[in-house]
């Protein structure tokens, strides 16, 4: 029953080469979230979504972008991957946006840049 | 910005002893404060959430105690089992202009000793 479905679970990819990982829900949420979380650290908040709004983290690399072409998938395009953006990039979803929504997550994708 | 601070970053229990992890928070328009557990390689699960309209919320044998005056909640395990044995993430959000992330602590690693 799987509600948040990342893929894929692992990327390898080079320096400098562009990388799209994805996202998708069966929960037909309104918010999308996308977080990275690098080894023995919390997860760190990138952008959102909510519905077609973009809600960009003013601390995220503009390296990073996300798009939405509908309401079940969520891209997270790493356009110029250092080594340094190797992580654990998780995707979550909320039913609708606020505070007290419970967020979801996926299983993440592991992302090893060589 | 928010933020959270999350002690301690490990902890060690005897199997069947109980566990407490505290976290404070910085803004006090948080109103919003779930737990996450997370283990190794696998995706952060909601375990138990609390709203600021409430000061303690039960589920079994873990516990979160909230109290919004000095900024902190707990999260509270009893009868520690070795299936306990995770990362356990705070995290606060707060009511915003549109769809909030979380902000999260930095985990608490907790070890189960049989």
């Known amino acids: 029953d799987a509600m948040v479905i990342q893929n894929p679970r692992y990327q390898v990819t080079q320096f400098g080469k562009p990388v799209t990982l994805s996202c998708s829900q069966t929960?037909?949420?309104?918010?999308m979230y996308w977080y990275q979380q690098k080894s023995s650290q919390a997860p760190k908040l990138l952008f959102h979504?909510?519905?077609?709004?973009?809600?960009n983290e003013a601390d995220t690399p503009d390296n990073f972008q996300s798009r939405r072409p509908n309401t079940s998938f969520c891209f997270l395009d790493i356009r110029s991957p250092g080594l340094g953006d190797a992580a654990m990039y998780l995707c979550?979803?909320?039913?609708?946006?606020?505070?007290?929504?419970?967020?979801?997550f996926g299983p993440g994708t592991r992302l090893l840049v060589l | 910005g928010e933020n959270v601070e999350q002690h301690p970053s490990t902890l060690s229990v005897q199997e069947g002893d109980s566990a407490v992890i505290k976290c404070t928070y910085s803004d006090s328009a948080s109103n919003y404060f779930p737990w996450y557990k997370q283990e190794l390689g696998k995706r952060p699960q909601l375990i138990i959430d609390?709203?600021?309209?409430?000061g303690e919320k039960k589920d079994q044998r873990i516990a979160v105690t909230l109290n919004k005056t000095a900024k902190h909640f707990s999260l509270h395990i009893t009868e520690t089992q070795p299936e306990d044995s995770a990362v356990y993430f705070c995290?606060?959000?707060?009511?915003?202009?549109?769809?909030?992330?979380?902000?999260f602590g930095k985990g608490t690693h907790l070890i189960i000793q049989p």
């Open positions: 609390i709203r600021s309209n409430v």
């Open positions: 979504y909510y519905d077609k709004d973009f809600n």
């Open positions: 929960l037909n949420h309104n918010v």
């Open positions: 995290a606060a959000s707060k009511p915003g202009g549109g769809a909030d992330g979380l902000t």
């Open positions: 979550a979803t909320s039913r609708e946006q606020g505070a007290q929504e419970t967020q979801y």
